[in-house]
């Protein structure tokens, strides 16, 4: 095999296609916030913790620092055009979830609404947040999740039915519902 050196900047471009989320915040004034991240994954499976990774700039960061919980939404392919407009930058307090016409889901566990369209709400509650270079890393405890009925199958995700999003790079995603299994 022949190898090339791409510089250790572009780590991140290789470590893809990524699971791709959208996280639901609120502020103390209940102003309601959803913004796209791709650095994500779970930690922990007993307690359940799950971490995403954000730019403190980000109004999801601001949001988190007030009101310590958020809700982790999955999108799939029906709603990647609202899912890109949720990561479009709006003045802080502007609530993409109507910016995206997509529809708020009152969560059981944390104050945040979930995404009705997207296949799946998990509510978390903040655990720890860490610096790491030029992100923190924000680990959440998950305190409820739920699902679209008939999206597992076997105990897991139906991804030919769900069709999950996966994050390329830029504008560029990979729709995940091409399953092989081990031989
Ligand atoms: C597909 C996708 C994935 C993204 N992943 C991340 C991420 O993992 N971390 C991050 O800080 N920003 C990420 N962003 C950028 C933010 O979503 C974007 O800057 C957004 O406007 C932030 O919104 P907010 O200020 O309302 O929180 C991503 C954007 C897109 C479109």
Same mark, same amino acid.
């Given at each position: 095999?022949?190898?090339?050196? *791409?510089?250790?900047?572009?780590?991140?471009?290789?470590?893809?296609?990524?699971?791709?989320?959208?996280?639901t915040t609120i502020n103390k004034k209940g102003e309601v916030n959803?913004?796209?991240?791709?650095?994500?994954?779970?930690?922990?499976?007993?307690?359940?913790?799950?971490?995403?990774?954000?730019?403190? +700039?980000?109004d999801t960061y601001k949001n988190i620092a007030e009101v310590d919980e958020f809700?982790?939404?999955?999108?799939?392919?029906?709603?990647?055009?609202?899912?890109?407009?949720?990561?479009?930058?709006?003045?802080y307090g *502007?609530n993409?979830?109507?910016?995206?016409?997509?529809?708020?889901?009152?969560?059981?566990?944390v104050s945040p609404?979930?995404?009705?369209?997207?296949?799946?709400?998990?509510?978390?509650?903040v655990?720890?947040?860490?610096?790491?270079?030029?992100?923190?890393?924000?680990?959440?405890?998950?305190?409820?999740? +739920?699902?679209?009925?008939?999206?597992?199958?076997?105990?897991?995700?139906?991804?030919?039915?769900?069709?999950?999003?996966?994050?390329?790079?830029?504008?560029?995603?990979?729709?995940?519902?091409?399953?092989?299994?081990?031989?």
């Amino acid at each position: 095999m022949d190898f090339e050196e *791409i510089g250790t900047e572009n780590a991140y471009r290789i470590l893809a296609p990524r699971p791709t989320i959208i996280v639901t915040t609120i502020n103390k004034k209940g102003e309601v916030n959803a913004a796209p991240f791709s650095f994500t994954m779970p930690v922990s499976m007993n307690p359940p913790l799950i971490a995403f990774a954000s730019v403190t +700039s980000h109004d999801t960061y601001k949001n988190i620092a007030e009101v310590d919980e958020f809700v982790v939404n999955i999108p799939n392919e029906n709603i990647l055009k609202e899912l890109w407009i949720t990561g479009e930058k709006f003045p802080y307090g *502007i609530n993409e979830i109507e910016k995206a016409n997509l529809t708020p889901k009152s969560s059981k566990k944390v104050s945040p609404p979930g995404i009705d369209e997207c296949v799946a709400c998990i509510e978390c509650k903040v655990h720890w947040i860490k610096k790491a270079g030029d992100h923190d890393i924000i680990v959440g405890e998950v305190l409820d999740v +739920s699902i679209q009925s008939d999206s597992l199958k076997e105990g897991l995700l139906d991804v030919k039915k769900v069709k999950p999003i996966l994050h390329l790079g830029g504008m560029n995603f990979v729709v995940g519902d091409h399953l092989k299994k081990v031989e």
